[in-house]
């Protein structure tokens, strides 16, 4: 029985366009959805499958606003049975605050009597993109932690991962407890159902508040790239434009 | 002094980690290099062309395979060994990863992907954020300041007068559990032949927009008429859609073809790092106003399996005649 716990974080979806706010610390997301970041979404998928496989049960976690109840619940609809909402201005809080605030969680938890013989994160947040808090739980915790893996699989007492590594498919084996970052691309997250999100209504979530101040994250303030204006020209639209391209390729020597 | 975490294979300091060389220059200081494990030949008298005063050595059996937390001990050690006031590798995986486990062990902040260092006193610096669409002016007070330097934020060049490089080995205390995660073994995976992609003078590039893995057939059969090379964006790789020694951009290679025909990609920023030194950029995508396209010097607006397969017509039309 292995009971995973999983780390969501709710962040804009910009898709193309991004605005600042007026301070420039923050984008301005008056116009934008939201959403999770797809490791996040592959590390949902690979908790629920690993806690169907070792009848365990898979607990999603997030720290945000109230707001981020709206990710927790799309987590709770594809098969996560269990929610903890750290109630927070995650603005305000750097890498380490999240993993400390996490680290409470797990440790209040196991004090109930509730252990995570896995916690499962995404590899980096969509927006702040720090590439640690997984790593910093880890520490927190004092477990072994692997970041970037894309599938697992508990085997005993042991988990083994498969990350992408410099010279192929590198392969952990990892005594439980740990801690493990998610990196796209090793499956497919499922969809949830209209039953599935029912369900998901009607779970509890546990909302906690984060002891002590955060030291933040160091942010100065955020820069929009600087637009140069397009200089294309456009040689056509459609099949019809491939003799153009072909003139093209001939200018500039390289059709051979 | 900088430390910089070099990551190797057998023919060197890869490129990424030469990047690293060339950006930490901006500190205006000395800077060392870290090996973990074995030292490809002839490595002293490359990082000496990059400036590097010493390279230090971390070897023994905790290093035969990959274990990132004992890989952070060894940078630890380093760090003390050379005094930096400045901790940095390439942001590789491996690189953003150790990174995080060093600024854990030193209790220091961690900046992932720099791209830029804008002040030294107090140090400033702009990393990328969501996903690469904007860019975090970040303060780093902490000492030492722990950062990762983005793929490709610069070019990699020797330093203008090369030094000779002290080589040390370091002692590095590595217990048992920094071994609790290491890698147990590696599959092999395809063979990297990202040589040709990054020599072709032609390279046609393919992005999600080829659909599935099945809709690459006249991408690749352009690439050969054009005798030219097949380039990809992460999404292609993640899809498992093409190899990843096909990937372009920040986490892939750098090219600088003499032409590069992006088909179905949007030119997202860490796309862009590795294509942007193309001398021309011919984008064919179905929107006009992806980024490829308002950044590309020649564009065709419209389904890339309609008109790929028009221009391969049309270059074997014109050789038979
Ligand atoms: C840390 C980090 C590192 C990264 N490293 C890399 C990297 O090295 N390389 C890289 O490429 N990306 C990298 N990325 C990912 C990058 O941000 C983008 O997500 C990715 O480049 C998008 O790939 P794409 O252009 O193929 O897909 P999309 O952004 O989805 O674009 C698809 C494009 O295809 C067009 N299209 C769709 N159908 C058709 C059709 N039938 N005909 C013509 N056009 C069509 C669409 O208009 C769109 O412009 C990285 C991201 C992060 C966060
Ligand atoms: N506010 C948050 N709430 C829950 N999980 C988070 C939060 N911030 C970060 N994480 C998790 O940590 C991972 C890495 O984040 P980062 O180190 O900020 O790039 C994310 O993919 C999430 O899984």
Not at chain 1, 149 to 163: L, M, N, P
Not at chain 1, 173 to 201: F, N, Q
Not at chain 2, 38 to 43: F, I, R, T
Not at chain 2, 79 to 100: D, F, H, I, Q, Y
């Amino acid at each position: 029985m292995t009971d995973v716990l999983v780390c969501i974080k709710r962040v804009p979806d910009t898709g193309g366009e991004i605005t600042l706010t007026q301070d420039a610390m923050s984008i301005d997301t008056r116009y934008v959805g939201h959403t999770v970041s797809p490791h996040e979404e592959c590390a949902v998928e690979l908790a629920i499958q690993t806690a169907k496989a070792t009848d365990g049960a898979a607990t999603v976690l997030s720290l945000g606003s109230a707001d981020s109840l709206e990710q927790i619940r799309d987590a709770l609809a594809v098969g996560c049975t269990g929610a903890v909402l750290i109630d927070a201005e995650a603005e305000k809080f750097g890498p380490a605050d999240v993993a400390r605030a996490i680290a409470e969680v797990v440790h209040a938890h196991e004090q109930e009597g509730r252990t995570y013989d896995l916690v499962l994160l995404g590899n980096d947040a969509a927006d702040t993109g720090d590439f640690q808090v997984g790593i910093r739980l880890a520490y927190a915790l004092d477990r072994p932690v692997v970041a970037g893996v894309s599938t697992i699989e508990v085997v005993g007492d042991r988990v083994v991962a498969r990350a992408d590594g410099a010279d192929g498919t590198d392969i952990f084996e990892v005594e439980l407890p740990a801690v493990l970052t998610v990196m796209e691309g090793g499956i497919e997250p499922r969809y949830p159902s209209i039953p599935g999100r029912m369900k998901a209504k009607r779970v509890t979530v546990e909302t906690v508040t984060p002891t002590g101040e955060p030291a933040g994250s160091g942010r100065v303030r955020l820069k929009l790239p600087p637009t140069q204006p397009s200089q294309v020209e456009i040689l056509g639209e459609g099949p019809e434009a491939a003799a153009a391209v072909v003139d093209l390729l001939e200018r500039l020597g390289v059709s051979r | 002094m900088t430390l910089v975490l070099v990551e190797t294979d057998a023919t060197g300091a890869i490129e990424v980690s030469r990047e690293t060389l060339t950006f930490v220059r901006e500190l205006a200081q000395p800077v060392s290099a870290l090996v973990v494990g074995e030292v490809p030949d002839g490595l002293a008298d490359q990082l000496g062309a990059y400036g590097v005063v010493s390279l230090l050595h971390a070897q023994g059996t905790a290093f035969t395979t990959y274990a990132p937390a004992a890989w952070a001990a060894a940078v630890v050690a380093a760090k003390s060994a050379s005094g930096a006031a400045v901790v940095t590798a390439a942001g590789t995986p491996r690189g953003n990863e150790v990174m995080a486990h060093v600024a854990c062990r030193l209790d220091v902040a961690m900046a992932a992907n720099v791209v830029t260092i804008d002040g030294t006193d107090p140090l400033l610096v702009s990393r990328q954020v969501l996903g690469g669409s904007a860019l975090e002016e970040l303060r780093l007070d902490d000492a030492p300041a722990v950062l990762s330097v983005a793929g490709h934020a610069c070019v990699a060049k020797p330093a203008d007068s090369p030094v000779s490089t002290k080589v040390d080995t370091i002692d590095v205390q590595v217990s048992d559990d920094d071994l609790r995660a290491q890698v147990a073994r590696t599959e092999a995976g395809e063979p990297d032949e990202s040589g040709a992609l990054k020599t072709a003078r032609v390279v046609v590039g393919a992005g999600r927009g080829a659909g599935s893995v099945d809709g690459f057939k006249d991408l690749v059969e352009l690439a050969d008429l054009l005798g030219g090379a097949l380039g990809v964006s992460r999404v292609v790789t993640s899809l498992g859609w093409r190899p990843h020694h096909e990937q372009v951009g920040q986490t892939g290679s750098r090219i600088s073809p003499d032409l590069y025909i992006p088909c179905g990609i949007s030119g997202a920023i860490q796309h862009w790092v590795g294509c942007s030194s193309a001398k021309t950029i011919l984008a064919i995508n179905s929107d006009p106003d992806a980024p490829m396209v308002t950044k590309a010097h020649y564009a065709v607006i419209g389904d890339l399996h309609k008109i790929v397969p028009a221009i391969n017509e049309e270059l074997r039309r014109r050789r038979r005649a």
